[in-house]
């Protein structure tokens, strides 16, 4: 049998490639979400420690959004494949082997699936994502990098 994440990743492609996924979705009636959700936290925040806050941030954006109410199972799949497949060290196109293809296979998966999801990216979910980012990172960080962007610049 098919493990979740390769169910979620299977319809992830297939979406991406135009085929058909109502098999495949079958398959997902009856998972809890919300569970598997808070299972994939933990190497969200090791993914989290090795890349940074910005680059965490979408990640962070995809998981508050998986586990929303208004999230239907289609999105469900194709976020929990999008955090998996970024998260994760294995890839279908390791960057060691394929060097940047290696990069954009996961930056589509991303890409493909943010265009898909934006509507469901509410402040509700920024501030979610803000206050994991303070935990995880410390609020000091987001005040200098807030400051930064406010000084005013010296063009005359």
């Keep these: 049998m098919l493990t979740l994440a390769a169910i979620c990743i299977t319809i992830l492609a297939y979406k991406l490639l135009g085929k058909e996924i109502k098999p ?6 009856g998972v809890d979400w919300r569970s598997k959700a808070s299972d994939i936290l933990d190497p969200i925040k090791i993914y989290a420690n090795r890349v940074g806050r910005m680059a965490v941030r979408p990640v962070l954006q995809f998981y508050y959004v998986l586990t929303g109410n208004e999230t239907t199972l289609t999105e469900k799949a194709m976020l929990y494949a999008a955090i998996i497949y970024t998260v994760m060290p294995a890839s279908a196109l390791p960057q060691r082997v394929f060097k940047l293809l290696g990069i954009l296979d996961e930056g589509a998966a991303v890409l493909y699936v943010f265009n898909k999801v934006r509507d469901k990216i509410t402040p509700s979910v920024n501030a979610k994502v803000d206050s994991t ?3 995880w990172f410390g609020y000091e960080y987001a005040v200098v990098v807030s400051e930064e962007k406010n000084k005013p610049t010296n063009q005359e």
Excluded at 24 to 29: G, R
């Design 24 to 29: 495949l979705l079958e398959k997902l009636e």
């Design 133 to 135: 980012l303070e935990k």
